[in-house]
T-cell receptor, first 116, second 114 residues
Framework: KAGVTQTPRYLIKTRGQQVTLSCSPISGHRSVSWYQQTPGQGLQFLFEYFSETQRNKGNFPGRFSGRQFSNSRSEMNVSTLELGDSALYLC???????????????FGPGTRLLVL | GDSVTQMEGPVTLSEEAFLTINCTYTATGYPSLFWYVQYPGEGLQLLLKATKADDKGSNKGFEATYRKETTSFHLEKGSVQVSDSAVYFCALSGRGNAGNMLTFGGGTRLMVKP
């Protein structure tokens, strides 16, 4: 069974631009979560989607948004990019709601975003 | 809120040495606990997990026991290999709608020398 895939793997943008990242979960998984990884802040939760609905949101500004499609694929969008948005963005999928007892999230390889 | 604290790295060991990476947590209720590993240039891979007190997770020679009384989930391996060099993350997830996210520790870089 194919793992979580993320596209693109690398991206370079300039300040003020916007970017869209894509995530395809493991087949049959209905929950998709997004995390930001930076050297300074570590791994931080962005948001979680389940059945096309946002179920949880981390402490990030409204410039960060996402959505989930009926096939469980998810996209996240960052508008008005800032230098501090440079990071590795990781997507994770799980069968049901992450946090259910023993539920495991499986991570993709990430999209590395560099903002110049 | 929930939090995870890991020992800071890097941890440098010789091959076949014993490994311990400390992890303690603060959480309401009874979280599930995880260890993830990240190799250079890659995403996170689940190493092991435990879902209730006194559970022991194990995989590839790594072990960790869920200790509720000390709120700890220390990672151990009896004999490390060069291929174990990576960054290790301890994480917890709550239960139900209030805790559907993973809270991670800061990560511990392990370097194993031949």
């Amino acid at each position: 069974k194919a793992g979580v895939t993320q596209t693109p793997r690398y991206l370079i943008k300039t300040r003020g631009q916007q970017v869209t990242l894509s995530c395809s979960p493991i087949s049959g998984h209905r929950s998709v979560s997004w995390y930001q990884q930076t050297p300074g802040q570590g791994l931080q939760f962005l948001f979680e989607y389940f059945s096309e609905t946002q179920r949880n949101k981390g402490n990030f500004p409204g410039r960060f948004s996402g959505r989930q499609f009926s096939n469980s694929r998810s996209e996240m969008n960052v508008s008005t990019l800032e230098l501090g948005d440079s990071a590795l963005y990781l997507c994770a999928s799980s069968l049901a709601l992450a946090g259910a007892e023993g539920e495991t999230q499986y991570f993709g390889p990430g999209t590395r975003l560099l903002v110049l | 809120g929930d939090s995870v604290t890991q020992m800071e790295g890097p941890v440098t060991l010789s091959e076949e040495a014993f490994l311990t990476i400390n992890c303690t947590y603060t959480a309401t209720g009874y979280p599930s606990l995880f260890w993830y590993v990240q190799y250079p240039g890659e995403g996170l891979q689940l190493l092991l997990k435990a879902t209730k007190a006194d559970d022991k997770g194990s995989n590839k020679g790594f072990e960790a026991t869920y200790r509720k009384e000390t709120t700890s989930f220390h990672l151990e391996k009896g004999s490390v290999q060069v291929s174990d060099s990576a960054v290790y993350f301890c994480a917890l997830s709550g239960r139900g709608n209030a805790g559907n996210m993973l809270t991670f520790g800061g990560g511990t870089r392990l370097m194993v020398k031949p």
